[in-house]
C-alpha cells in the first residue's frame, strides 16, 4: 500500500474508442456511397427506392459520425486533464486507487506500460486500453516496489498476464492497397467514380478476409491457477493441466511449455514492440521482464512433482458413474460420524480438505471432496471452498467446485470439467470473453 501518493488518471480508453467508432463510421459511409454508385445505375425499375434507402442509412452515419466528432475534441481534452489528487495506491487483485471516497480499479493484467519521470519520482503506467495512471512517489524505491507488486499480485486466487502475438500483415494497410491499385487499373478503362467504387468495393472485401484470418488472434490473457494455465480470449479457453506439460523452456519474449505429446506452447509475455521501439523500454521492459520470471517461478514450483496420492480418500471421493444427487448423498454419508464404524469407510474432513487444496489432483477427486465437505456449515471450512474454488485456471473445474461447495452440482458442468479439468491433455472450449 502506498499512503497519500498524488494521482492522476488520464482515461484515454474512451478516447479511443470514440476514435476507432469514427474511424468505422466514415468507412461504412465510404462503402455505402461506393455500393449505392455501382448498383443504383444497374437496377433502373427499383432506382428510386435503392436511393431512398441508400440515402436513409447515409444520413444515420452522417449523424453518428457528425455527434461522434463533435465529442472527441471534450472528451480528449477531459481525458488530458485527467483527475487528480491525493490517493491511497492499493496492489492487491488490482490496482486499487482511493481518493475522496471513490475508488477506482484497474486490472492487474492491463498494466502493460510504464515510464519514470526525469525527476525520478513519477511513475506513468498504462493500460492496453490506453488509461494513463501517473503515480507520484515519495521513497526512491516505491517505483521498484510498486511494479514488483503489479508483477506478481494475484487476482482471486489467480496469477494473470497479457499475452501477444506477432502483428498480421493484414488489415487496414490490405484495405488501402487493395483499393488503390484496383482503381487505378480500372481508372484506364472506366470512369473515375466508377473506378473508384469498385476500388473500394474490392477492398472491403479483401478487408473482410483478413478479419477471417485474423479471427482467434485477439487479446488473449494467460492465467495460472493452482491446478494448470488458462489461456483465455474472446474466443474461448485453451486449459492446460501441470500434469500435462513435460518441461518449460525460457525464451526472449517469455516461455514455451513442451507438453507430454510434443506439442510446444510459446507464452510471448514480453511486448515485442518493447524490442523494436527503444522509446519504450526502461521500466516497461522491467515489469515485463518480472512478470516473465514470476511466470517462470510459478511454472517450475508446480511442474515435476509426482502424481498426487490421494490414497484412501481417493479411491472414497470416485464418481464411478453416479449421478451428480446419488455422488453427493453418497459422499455425505461418508463424512456422516454417526454412519460409520470399524467395519465402515470413512472419510475424515482433514482428507477432503488435502485432496481439494491438492491442484495436481484430478477434478473428479477435488469436485467430489467439495460435495463432501458441502455439509458443512463452519465458515472455516466455507473459506477453504472458497479459496480453491477462486485458485483455478479452469473455468469449467471453478464453476464445478462453486456449485459443489454449495451441494449442489448440475450434470452438464460436472461433464464439461471432468471431460478436461483434471485430465493431462489440453481442451479447448467456449467461454465469455476474457477479463
Do not use: N
Not at 481525458?79 to 491525493?86: I, M
Not at 485474423?214 to 485453451?238: A, K
Not at 482428507?351 to 456449515?377: F, H, K
Amino acid at each position: 500500500m502506498f499512503k497519500r501518493c498524488g494521482v492522476v488518471v488520464q482515461p484515454y480508453a474512451s478516447v479511443r474508442a470514440l476514435g476507432r467508432f469514427l474511424t468505422a463510421t466514415l468507412t461504412w459511409l465510404l462503402i455505402l456511397f461506393s455500393a449505392a454508385r455501382l448498383i443504383v445505375p444497374l437496377a433502373e425499375p427499383l432506382a428510386f427506392g435503392l436511393v431512398m434507402l441508400f440515402a436513409t442509412l447515409g444520413a444515420v452515419l452522417g449523424l453518428l459520425g457528425l455527434a461522434c466528432l463533435i465529442y472527441t475534441p471534450f472528451a480528449w481534452l477531459r481525458a488530458v486533464v485527467g483527475s487528480s489528487g491525493a490517493a491511497v495506491v492499493r496492489v492487491g487483485g488490482a490496482l486499487s486507487i482511493e481518493h475522496s471516497g471513490d475508488r477506482s480499479s484497474f486490472p492487474l493484467a492491463s498494466l502493460t506500460s510504464a515510464r519514470l519521470s526525469s525527476s525520478g519520482g513519477e511513475v506513468a503506467l498504462r493500460t492496453d486500453d490506453g488509461d494513463i495512471i501517473r503515480v507520484r512517489l515519495d521513497e526512491p524505491g516505491d517505483a521498484e516496489r510498486l511494479l514488483g507488486a503489479i508483477a506478481t499480485g494475484r487476482a482471486r486466487g489467480t496469477w494473470s498476464a497479457r499475452l501477444y502475438d506477432a502483428p498480421l500483415p493484414l488489415g487496414r494497410r490490405l484495405f488501402v492497397g487493395v483499393a488503390a491499385l484496383v482503381t487505378l487499373v480500372c481508372w484506364a478503362v472506366i470512369d473515375l467514380d466508377v473506378a473508384i467504387s469498385l476500388g473500394v468495393v474490392t477492398g472491403v472485401a479483401a478487408w473482410a478476409l483478413a478479419a477471417l484470418l485474423r479471427e482467434g488472434s485477439g487479446r488473449r490473457v494467460l492465467v495460472v491457477g493452482h491446478d494448470g494455465v488458462s489461456i483465455r480470449s474472446d474466443g474461448g479457453e485453451r486449459f492446460i493441466s501441470f500434469r500435462s506439460i513435460e518441461r518449460v523452456d525460457e525464451t526472449c519474449l517469455g516461455v514455451e511449455l513442451v507438453l507430454r505429446g510434443g506439442e510446444e506452447v510459446a507464452l510471448t509475455i514480453v511486448p515485442p514492440q518493447l524490442l523494436r521501439d527503444p522509446t519504450e523500454t526502461g521500466l516497461s521492459m522491467v515489469l515485463a521482464e518480472w512478470r516473465r520470471e514470476h511466470l517462470l517461478g510459478l511454472l517450475r514450483k508446480r511442474i515435476g512433482r509426482d502424481d498426487p496420492e490421494a490414497g484412501g480418500a481417493g479411491a472414497l471421493l470416485e464418481r464411478r458413474g453416479r449421478p451428480a444427487p446419488a455422488w453427493r448423498a453418497a459422499l455425505r454419508c461418508l463424512m456422516a460420524e454417526a454412519g460409520a464404524d470399524y467395519r465402515t469407510a470413512k472419510l475424515t474432513r482433514e482428507q477432503a480438505l488435502a485432496v481439494l487444496e491438492d491442484g495436481g489432483a484430478p477434478a473428479e477427486l477435488r469436485i467430489g471432496a467439495a460435495l463432501a465437505l458441502s455439509s458443512a456449515r463452519d465458515r472455516a471450512t466455507a473459506e477453504r471452498l472458497r479459496i480453491a474454488a477462486e485458485g483455478c485456471a479452469s473455468c469449467d473445474v471453478r464453476i464445478a467446485l462453486e456449485q459443489a461447495a454449495d451441494g449442489e452440482v448440475d450434470e452438464g458442468t460436472l461433464d464439461r470439467a471432468l471431460s478436461g479439468g483434471g485430465a493431462a491433455q489440453t481442451v479447448l472450449r467456449s467461454t465469455a470473453p476474457a477479463a
